[in-house]
């Protein structure tokens, strides 16, 4: 194993082939579950009679499937590692995607889409990915998070382009089988990598060796793990259920444009090549300024439970949440932007603010889990987040339908993503609000 030696001079940090393996987890557990379904939309209804808010069922359902998930693996997370979680939820994942080009009934596409897909996809997705790198990094955590994050905008560089020249090639039902071979290639190797903590195979956070210990430089992770709440005390802490509200909020854009942007643009007289190459407009720079917020989120610092918890000077930092405001506040402005342009028929409008949107996209991963993880300490932080993941997914869960059957009824999209513009601009003054709770 490539690892950091503790007491001298150190090897290649394991932590850092964590990054590539989330990288590559993230990247199909996003791609397949979120980035594709947009290309899948109209093709899929217009061959199986179903409407748009039909369709979007499972996209809902899922937000309550990942929760669920989440909630009964994020212990266990802490205690084994994501490695086994991450195995059996890639092989699943693929089994899942090759039935889903059987599909002939709605009750079969809510079935294998919002629950068998979503479960395994959630298995080897953010959670497991985030909580395993936050207990490798700790100084490093905030470009930790970004870089593997990176895998997450991948998605939708290189898998909706892929999807939609794969259905109007070879039609939707070959797609889903193509995407299912690809998601066994590409993650489960890196599934393989995944280790539960550095302190197991005698490591600590970061990469620090003995000799950094022993001239106080390792004081922020011990001090990280030393004030780590529990699933209970963080459930009786105020701070949980404002993160939760704050993030809700935030996240709920993401799942909304990912889903409509095809068919939104479409209906505006785009060809499907056009709206379907928006989502790459976004996904470049939200994967391309990740490391950017990394690096921001690591200078600045992050929240502490108390003056001096981390560290000498420490309680003076300005933390994530001016950043994760930042970051809300342009995904509300640019969803905006892209309802205007969209309007008024600008389409240099709307490659503007579809930029816009993925440079907000890009801090949305590693601010919030950042944030969370400097809030609650690593120790129990996979059940901190699991828990978490019920009330947070079911803000964002009901948006995609509550959008689709907004057009159903109205025959436009307008209304239903300004509403969303807004929950984003509400989000960021949320997020300036909360205060880190205290030791």
Same mark, same amino acid.
């Given at each position: ?16 082939? *964590? ?9 199909? =557990? ?8 947009? @290309?899948?939309?109209?093709? !899929? ?47 699943? =994942? ?20 919002? /629950? ?46 892929? +999807? ?48 950094? +210990? ?11 793990? +030393? ?17 939760? *509200?704050?993030?809700?909020?935030? #996240?709920?854009?993401?799942? /909304? !444009? ?17 709206? @379907?190459?928006? !989502? ?5 720079? +939200? !994967? ?55 309007? =008024?028929?600008?389409? #240099? ?37 699991? @828990? ?5 997914? @079911? ?24 509403? /969303? ?8 003054? *949320? ?9």
């Amino acid at each position: 194993m490539a690892a950091s030696s503790v007491a001298g001079a150190p090897r290649l940090y394991f932590g850092y082939w *964590l990054i590539v393996g989330a990288f590559a987890t993230q990247f199909i =557990s996003h791609g397949v579950t979120n980035y594709v379904a947009g @290309a899948f939309l109209a093709p !899929m209804t217009a061959d199986l009679g179903w409407t748009r808010a039909e369709f979007t069922i499972p996209r809902s359902l899922g937000g309550f499937v990942m929760a669920l998930t989440g909630f009964f693996i994020g212990a266990w997370v802490d205690r084994f590692g994501g490695r086994p979680f991450m195995i059996a939820g890639v092989v699943l =994942s693929a089994a899942s995607l090759w039935a889903l080009s059987t599909v002939q009934t709605l009750a079969g596409w809510i079935v294998l889409n919002g /629950v068998l897909l979503t479960a395994s996809a959630a298995m080897f997705g953010n959670l497991v990915a985030n909580v395993t790198l936050a207990k490798w990094f700790v100084e490093l955590r905030g470009r930790a998070v970004a870089l593997a994050a990176m895998g997450v905008s991948f998605g939708g560089i290189a898998l909706t382009p892929a +999807a939609t020249w794969a259905i109007d090639a070879w039609g939707w039902r070959a797609a889903w089988q193509g995407l299912g071979v690809t998601a066994l290639v590409c993650a489960l190797p890196f599934a393989l990598l995944m280790r539960r903590a550095p302190e197991d195979f005698g490591l600590r956070p970061d990469g620090h060796t003995d000799v950094d +210990a022993a001239a106080g430089r390792t004081r922020r992770a011990e001090a990280d793990y +030393a004030r780590s709440m529990t699933r209970r005390q963080a459930l009786g802490n105020a701070s949980f259920y404002l993160l939760i *509200l704050a993030f809700g909020l935030f #996240v709920i854009n993401i799942g /909304v !444009m990912l889903l409509q942007t095809v068919p939104y643009l479409t209906d505006a007289g785009h060809s499907r090549a056009t709206a @379907a190459f928006m !989502m790459v407009v976004a996904s470049i720079p +939200a !994967m391309l300024t990740k490391p950017v917020w990394g690096h921001l989120i690591d200078r600045l610092g992050t929240p502490t439970r108390g003056k001096g918890d981390a560290g000498e000077g420490t309680a003076t930092r300005l933390g994530a949440k001016p950043l994760a405001a930042i970051g809300s506040a342009l995904t509300g402005i640019a969803t905006a932007a892209i309802v205007l342009s969209v309007a =008024s028929g600008s389409l #240099v409008g709307i490659y503007a603010a579809f930029f816009l949107l993925g440079v907000g996209w890009g801090g949305m991963i590693p601010l919030q889990e950042v944030i969370w993880a400097s809030f609650f300490g690593r120790r129990h932080l996979g059940a901190v987040r699991s @828990a978490a993941l019920p009330f947070s997914l @079911a803000f964002g869960a009901g948006a995609p339908l509550a959008v689709s059957y907004y057009h159903d009824v109205v025959g436009d999209y307008h209304g239903a993503l300004l509403s /969303v513009a807004v929950a984003n601009l509400i989000a960021a003054l *949320l997020i300036l609000a909360i205060r880190a709770p205290r030791g």
